[in-house]
């Protein structure tokens, strides 16, 4: 017992330090892509994202994924970038699989290693917020499947808290594959429309 203990604190530390990490790299990268002028302007930031060729989608569907489990940045400015880099149509395309992979892996994360594991990854004002929705039992998976449908729900923490409850795996990713396409097709237009402006 005490030995699992400690292997959840060990794992615990290396995912709050990936997410330090991250955000460091995050920063960084903001320092140089502004050196370089890659966010100066719309076909800047294309121009440099079509360097990686082939792999820019692959990259960007990671990124989409990582970001679900550990939050480095807004899941919408992700969103809303894709869409501008590859397009309306591949940039939603790459959204989804990205996000719904990411929604499943925390799902499956919090299932295997517990409440203590989901409390490391979000706030404790979040947890605390959303914790009550553990006690509906039943009323839990048509709140959460309507909370996935709506944009403006934590849907990140959601999943991690699906993974605390007795809903099925299966159930769980027809809920992320029905419900995800209406919020994403929002944050994606929305943000994407800012981030123009922004842009410019």
């Not at 099925?168 to 594959?177: G, P």
Request: with cysteine; net charge positive.
């Amino acid at each position: 017992m005490e030995a699992e203990r400690k292997q959840k604190g060990k794992q615990f530390q290396w995912m709050n330090f990936s997410t330090i990490l991250g955000m460091a790299l995050i920063v960084l990268f903001c320092i140089y892509g502004y050196q370089l002028g890659i966010f100066s302007s719309l076909e800047a930031l294309q121009e440099y994202m079509a360097r990686f060729g082939i792999w820019a989608p692959l990259i960007f569907v990671i990124i989409q994924a990582v970001q679900v489990v550990i939050p480095i940045l807004p899941g919408a400015i992700g969103c809303a970038a894709g869409v501008l880099v590859f397009g309306p149509m591949a940039g939603f395309a790459y959204n989804y699989i990205g996000i719904c992979a990411g929604s499943v892996a925390a799902f499956l994360l919090s299932r295997r290693y517990g409440r203590d594991f989901v409390k490391r990854m979000v706030s404790d004002k979040a947890y605390e917020k959303y914790a009550g929705w553990l006690e509906q039992k039943d009323r839990f998976d048509k709140m959460f499947a309507v909370a996935i449908f709506l944009p403006v729900a934590p849907d990140d923490l959601l999943c991690y808290l699906a993974g605390l409850t007795r809903m099925k795996v299966r159930k769980f990713i027809w809920i992320i594959l029905l419900g995800k396409p209406a919020a994403l097709l929002l944050y994606s237009m929305g943000m994407s429309e800012g981030l123009k402006l922004f842009l410019k």
